[in-house]
């Protein structure tokens, strides 16, 4: 991808301060959380030209394109930093982030495990074709346990520092099991937390309430997925995308923090959308959400399309790993003292496939065992997009690869339907001649049918760290409190320009008046009425 034609989330674009708990910002004076402000078209132009906006696009783009650069912060290793171990989830995370990462493991092993005890089985009763209520009941533990959950973010992050290398492991291991464990009880929310600090938490738990599902319309999409990544956004606005160094104090004031780079984003938002991913998936599936604004077999996925910009992406990135590789071995044929038939001799009793670094060895060898049979091992060296129609490609890299994994899961959740009838557009776009195309158009996707469809952000809200800096065009509607009472000498459904009083008693008159309401405008009559 080109630098001047992809923006990148860059430190003119987090404008709120890198402290856990902004004191400023555009949201309104007083309030007691997030709010929504786009209800109409003109407040949609608003968000089109706003600063919001702007981040949220940027953040998205860095999730994708930090995979396809190599920047100061990135170290140096053997193999490609950019990589995905299923086996070390954890790896690229920091402490907030990894506490977030244990609290998403929790909710997919005891939440919707229907043989634990902690476990909200669906109700197999419900006689609906979308929708079982018992999402309804996962929703409010989430409700009820997200406070602990956003709190064991930010206590993670102002509390732990990175230091070497063998003890971070062992840290963020720590960290993630704290979020384990905030995610698994319901805890006792303490109100010793000053107000800045209270509204931060208030603001973040809003953002992941909305990040999988609604619990009365019982459906998920877009714009759910959406709301996690503001979630996201704002966690790494306030600095938690960035491991502290130094000496750590209650305060944390006296540790080095700065804004992340496009790589650390990435890295990071790959091992977190994998475990997220785990979740919805789960709730998909076993409670049936019913795909919010989908378009059916005419758009990209039912649920999902940040997971398949970000796995495209990946994609890209070991485009180029394969072409650095490619050149280095050119390079060292021509150094002067290699010997030509020495070369060749320890490529040969090397691996037929050369160590990729996206996947660990195991999931490597095991790839390699199951595509022996029906893919070539050029093939193996080079996928293009086309490689998502070979099942045993995606059931072999599913773990390591964010779009396999995505397309994977279609084909297991719509087994007896050819996938070109089923998804289309994927099908058209496995047709592009190399991942970079499928990432810039997923990306140009995401920006049209997504944050520029009012149905879709008519749901965002803003707080603080994601502030809104226009004035609504209205205020949320309020349900009517009384209708109109059907039965014997009840309130009736009258049209607006009807009244009780006023107007020529047509009753009294004769001229077929309402009997019921005098002297409003007589009812409407069939025209063979006499």
């Known amino acids: ?32 959380g997030p709010k929504r402000y786009i209800y109409t078209q003109a407040d949609m132009e608003h968000f089109r030209h706003s600063s919001a906006r702007k981040e ?41 982030l990894a506490s977030l990462h244990g ?23 419900a006689k609906a074709r979308f929708g079982n209520p018992a999402f309804r009941t ?125 790589t650390m984003i990435s890295r990071a938002s790959l091992s977190l959308f994998h475990a997220y991913l785990n979740v919805t998936r789960g709730l998909q599936r076993d409670y049936m959400l019913e795909p919010a604004g989908s378009h059916g077999v005419w758009g990209l996925d039912d649920y999902h399309c940040i997971p398949f910009y970000v796995g495209a992406c990946q994609l890209v990135a070991r485009e180029q790993w394969q072409q650095q590789q490619l050149k280095e071995k050119k390079q060292n044929r021509k150094k002067p003292g290699n010997d030509k038939s020495k070369i060749e001799k320890q490529e040969s009793e090397g691996d037929a496939t050369p160590m990729n670094p996206y996947l660990p060895e195991k999931v490597l060898v095991d790839s390699q065992t199951a595509l022996s049979t029906s893919i070539s091992n050029d093939d193996i060296e080079h996928w293009e997009p086309s490689i998502i129609q070979n099942k045993q490609a995606l059931e072999a890299n599913r773990q390591a690869y964010l779009y396999f994994g995505c397309i994977y899961f279609i084909l297991q959740i719509k087994p007896n339907v050819p996938f070109f009838e089923s998804s289309p557009m994927l099908n058209d776009i496995s047709s592009l001649g190399n991942w970079t195309k499928v990432s810039s158009g997923l990306l140009r996707l995401y920006e049209g049918e997504v944050l520029d469809k009012l149905p879709v952000v008519q749901h965002f809200v803003f707080g603080k760290i994601f502030s809104a800096n226009w004035t609504p065009s209205r205020g949320p509607q309020e349900a009517p409190t009384r209708t109109f009472i059907n039965g014997p000498m009840g309130d009736e459904c009258i049209a607006p320009w009807a009244s009780k009083a006023g107007g020529s008693n ?21 025209p063979w009425a006499k």
């Open 103 to 125: 609290s998403l493991s929790c909710m997919v092993e005891t939440w919707m495990d229907g043989d634990h005890p902690e476990g909200i089985p669906p109700d197999r009763e």
């Open 138 to 262: 996962w929703h409010a533990r989430l409700v009820k346990r997200s406070h602990g959950i956003v709190k064991s973010c930010l206590e993670c992050h102002l509390n732990n520092c990175v230091g070497e290398a063998d003890d971070q492991l062992k840290l963020l291991k720590e960290c993630a099991k704290k979020g384990y464990q905030a995610a698994s009880s319901d805890g006792h929310i303490t109100n010793n937390s000053n107000k800045n600090e209270a509204e931060t938490i208030e603001e973040l738990r809003a953002y992941l309430h909305d990040s999988f599902g609604h619990p009365i319309r019982i459906d998920y999409g877009t714009g759910h997925e959406s709301s996690f990544v503001v979630f996201l956004l704002a966690l790494c606005k306030i600095g938690c995308f960035v491991p502290k160094t130094g000496t750590c104090v209650e305060s944390g004031d006296s540790a080095k923090s700065t804004m992340p780079s496009p």
């Open 1 to 32: 991808m080109e630098d001047n034609n992809i923006s990148t989330f860059s430190n003119n674009d987090a404008t709120s301060s890198h402290h856990p708990f902004p004191s400023n910002g555009t949201a309104e004076q007083g309030s007691t």
């Open 506 to 526: 047509n009753a009294q008159s004769g001229n077929g008046g309402n009997l019921r309401y005098p002297g409003s405008m007589p009812p409407t009559r069939a």
């Open 56 to 96: 949220l696009l940027s953040f998205v783009t860095a999730m994708g394109r930090g995979l396809t650069t190599t920047d100061a912060d990135t170290p140096h290793h053997s193999n490609n930093p950019h990589n995905y171990n299923p086996s070390q989830p954890l790896e690229h995370l920091t402490p907030a």
